[in-house]
């Protein structure tokens, strides 16, 4: 099917990863603890070479999941920060201006040869690459993380079209450079700005929700292997209640590990309303949410 | 996989029906993640299916659903469920059948045990959910299923039994944890440490049961489908998602799930609005910056550099309908002017039925998420004279008191239906706001067929304001994107 999409045959066309549970095991070794979800996804990503789209809410481990990938794989991590005005310049290519002029300088003596020079100044020596050359370019194989799409404007989504379909880069000058290898492409978003229809179209779509239970016991216990297992069960419990109550922030996976790294910290064996009170900042982060929160637990 | 496309192809066709827009390169990368993971694990498939047909985060739900209908779990009866099970006799036998589930129930939520939930639900649906008039209707029924069975009624019964257990073996979760038993503290210690998570026990189980409904529920369709074909189950039986409920029907499941829609598109109308000032305050030439970034070229300036101006939050203010004519609407109004008041930095909220009253207070030192709608259920100071939503002296009212609240630089948004009880429309006062705000925008929730219609006066009003239809969430969303930047 890829084929149909136009990416040549001769394109390395290396899997990472054998199967699902290949998948869940090498991102284990690398640190990340997938859901059957993240590691299935992960792993169709990979089989069928398309983009990967990653919502959630914050601190679920959208961006980590890249960089788990590249730590698995042994892959290089490109990363493009979006922000809002982000553009060509910084997120493909530009050229050297400055490196051009003194080029021009140092022929200046010489008897015009300008045919020559002309080529001259635009070639490989005088381009800068940003991260999606970059990643096109790459003699080793990378994983390309575009983090927090939705922070950057749209005309950024169209120049990540040509990218992501075919994984190449039209630059007018030099031609097109066509990808050695086939990048694994992460793109993030917290869907504060609708991402287009065509950007969605060629991506898989993954939504990570906060763990299960089970899971995120798991998680604690990797991050912090210091604490009792009744004391990380029921860490996992009070912040699971925590999340069904409507707060302005609803704690994540991150502020969890944090709060479980508090409890070791303070040297608590087991979970009481006064270790709470006191450190529930480390929770929650705005006043109104804290003072809901304890109203709800009965603090 | 020959056998598998068709009905791939069918839960590619229902998905669009229920407003989840795919296309056939979709459809086809859905078939590769088939081939790609092979069948062996049912919910693995689910995942990977979900991935190629899914764009955005609110359709899962449905998806869910639907992929129960296309891709059902088995044929005909489970495996250990007795399917030979006659409809109950009577109604005594029936509530026998039900007090023994409910006490496997109870056990099973004590435990965990997810499995054992599984196989309960589809024994409740075998023994108490088939509908007695077969020949006519065919059927199963989670409703009558649930209604015999009580399932909430088993949550004291599996509290009991939690605590039986913590009782019964003293430290028990202490042994399990392994190791800590030589230290005193820790033995002594865990216990306690159980007492303060067991607070959250009731709500655990009440959400466990929850999710048991759903199954019952997913169960049901299932053999629904199987008598009368997934086609047909998939039309009536599943949920449309959140975004295509209409506010005016929307029930507390559906403001929940609005809840989580609505908040993120107020973030978006908010920056919209925000976007739509910074683009005409673009054009002046900032000299320095332009200097500047001049030395890389030689000094010749070849990409002038313009000033930017912070984005400016623009003032807002909100004209709500709060009669009871349109209480699915104002539930959903509530929602908005809640997630509205977050953004934007100065914003006045006004409600009426047929006098304006100022709202702003109550919303805004209301903690997020709390249910306002209690709050607005007293109209007294809304109402004059009588109970009925009158538009035009509400319009009137508001520009004699609340004019000085709107200036040329504030939004106004209007949500309504524009049925006036057959009073005076009285436009003249929509176009005095009209003329002294820098836009206003009505949002209505009927459709354009029905103004005009009745004692809907909407054709004049939209006449003088840009009026648009918002009967749901995917509307809102239409109206955020069409907003000019």
């Known amino acids: 099917m890829s084929q149909a999409r136009g990416i040549p045959q001769n394109r390395a066309m290396t899997t990472a990863f054998a199967s699902v549970d290949d998948v869940c095991r090498a991102l284990a070794d690398a640190g990340y603890l997938a859901s059957d979800a993240i590691a299935t996804t992960t792993f169709l990503a990979d089989r069928l070479g398309k983009p990967l789209l990653v919502e959630g809410p914050a601190g679920v481990g959208k961006t980590e999941l890249a960089k788990a990938v590249a730590r698995a794989t042994g892959a290089r991590l490109i990363r493009l920060q979006c922000y809002e005005g982000v553009d060509e310049a910084r997120a493909l290519y530009e050229w050297n201006h400055a490196k051009q002029l003194l080029r021009i300088t140092a022929e200046r003596d010489g008897d015009g040869h300008w045919d020559a020079l002309r080529h001259d100044i635009f070639t490989d020596e005088f381009l800068l690459a940003r991260p999606l050359l970059e990643a096109v370019r790459s003699e080793d194989p990378v994983v390309l993380l575009v983090d927090e799409l939705d922070k950057a404007d749209v005309e950024i989504e169209g120049l990540l079209l040509e990218i992501l379909s075919d994984f190449q880069v039209t630059v007018p000058e030099l031609g097109t450079i066509t990808a050695a290898h086939r990048p694994f492409v992460v793109l993030t978003s917290n869907a504060t700005r609708e991402l287009s229809e065509a950007l969605r179209r060629r991506c898989l779509f993954l939504h990570i929700d906060y763990p299960s239970p089970a899971l995120e016991q798991r998680i604690v216990a990797q991050h912090v292997p210091g604490l009792e297992a009744t004391l990380v069960e029921s860490v996992v419990r009070l912040v699971g209640r925590l999340r069904e109550l409507r707060l302005r922030k609803a704690p994540s996976v991150s502020e969890t590990v944090d709060w479980a790294r508090t409890l070791v910290a303070l040297g608590s064996t087991d979970l009481t309303a006064d270790v709470l009170r006191d450190n529930l900042g480390v929770l929650l982060k705005h006043q109104d949410d804290i003072e809901r929160a304890a109203k709800a637990l009965d603090l | ?485």
């Open chain 2, 1 to 485: 996989m020959t056998s598998l496309e068709p009905r791939l192809v069918g839960l590619a066709g229902a998905l669009r029906r229920h407003g989840v827009a795919n296309g056939t390169s979709d459809v086809v990368d859905a078939a590769a993640v088939m081939t790609a993971l092979g069948l062996e694990d049912r919910e693995r498939l689910r995942e990977g299916v979900a991935a190629a047909l899914l764009r955005r985060t609110g359709q899962r739900q449905v998806y869910d659903d639907l992929f129960d209908l296309w891709f059902p779990a088995a044929l005909g009866s489970r495996t250990g469920v007795d399917d030979d099970v006659p409809p109950p006799a009577d109604a005594a036998e029936a509530r026998s059948r039900a007090a023994q589930l409910r006490e496997e129930l109870a056990r099973a939520l004590a435990d965990h045990d997810e499995a054992a939930l599984e196989s309960l639900a589809a024994r409740v649906v075998a023994e108490l959910g088939r509908l007695p008039n077969e020949a006519t209707t065919g059927g199963w029924s989670s409703a009558q299923a649930l209604d015999i069975l009580a399932p909430q009624t088993a949550i004291a019964a599996a509290l009991a039994r939690l605590r039986d257990a913590a009782d019964g073996i003293p430290g028990g979760s202490g042994n399990g944890s392994g190791g800590s038993e030589g230290s005193g503290a820790g033995s002594g210690g865990a216990p306690s440490g159980q007492r303060f998570a067991d607070r959250f026990t009731r709500d655990e189980l009440r959400a466990a049961v929850a999710a048991f409904r759903r199954r019952v529920e997913v169960e049901t369709r299932r053999r629904n489908a199987e008598a009368r074909g997934a086609e047909r189950i998939s039309r009536y039986a599943v949920r449309p998602p959140a975004e295509q409920t209409p506010f005016l029907l929307a029930g507390a499941v559906e403001v929940e799930e609005l809840r989580r829609t609505i908040a993120p598109l107020a973030k978006k109308l908010a920056s919209r609005m925000a976007a739509r000032r910074r683009r005409a305050a673009r054009g002046e030439i900032d000299i320095r910056k332009t200097l500047r970034r001049s030395m890389s070229t030689g000094g010749v300036p070849m990409r002038p550099a313009h000033k930017q101006r912070s984005p400016h939050r623009p003032d807002l203010v909100l004209l709500c309908d709060m009669s009871s004519s349109v209480a699915g609407f104002s539930r959903f109004t509530i929602l908005l002017m809640q997630a509205m008041a977050g953004q934007f930095r100065r914003v006045r909220i006004f409600g009426f039925v047929n006098v304006v009253d100022e709202l702003t207070d109550v919303v805004l030192s209301a903690p997020p998420g709390a249910d306002l709608t209690e709050a607005f259920r007293d109209t007294a100071r809304m109402t004059r004279w009588h109970n009925n939503s009158d538009y035009g002296s509400a319009l009137l009212d508001f520009t004699d008191h609340h004019l000085d609240s709107v200036g040329p630089r504030t939004s106004v948004l209007i949500l309504g239906d524009a049925r006036t009880n057959n009073t005076h429309p009285h436009p003249d006062a929509l176009r005095d706001i009209a003329a002294r705000a820098k836009s206003v925008d009505w949002l209505n929730p009927e459709s354009p067929r029905q103004w005009g219609v009745g004692d809907s006066v909407a054709p004049l009003y939209a006449d003088i304001v840009d009026m648009h239809e918002c009967a749901n969430a995917a509307q809102l969303r239409q109206f955020v994107m069409r907003l000019p930047v």
